[in-house]
């Protein structure tokens, strides 16, 4: 098992920038596949950008694609995500993920409010 802490998150206009971090406990971090997922209100919960374990590989949704970039430091245990050109429909708390041989672990979010 893996705890995860989300920081970064806070109150941006459409249009501006911000980046969360995500660090994370214990020494095997290295193989985990790191995640992002966010919730809007009354939405459930969806996903938002992957990272493989040695950075080399990146998914993100058609949502946010050329937008946001994840990015992680396994020196320092942490995953990142930079968000760029922020829209309102970006609002939500995110969370980071942490899976590996099947199983999942989370963070227990940010919220990203962007107003209009």
Not at 40 to 68: L, M, Q
Not at 80 to 95: A, H, R
């Amino acid at each position: 098992q893996v705890q995860l802490v989300e920081s970064g998150g806070g109150l941006v206009q459409a249009g501006g920038s911000l980046r969360l971090s995500c660090t994370a406990s214990g020494r095997t971090f290295s193989r985990y596949v790191m995640g992002w997922f966010r919730q809007a209100p009354g939405n459930e919960r969806e996903f938002v950008a992957a990272i493989g374990w040695n950075g080399g590989s990146t998914y993100y949704s058609d949502s946010v694609k050329g937008r946001f970039i994840i990015s992680r430091d396994n020196a320092k245990n942490t995953v990142y995500l930079q968000m760029n050109s922020l829209k309102p429909e970006d609002t939500g708390v995110y969370y980071c993920n942490a899976r590996a041989l099947g199983r999942d672990d989370w963070g227990k979010g940010t919220l990203v409010t962007v107003s209009s």
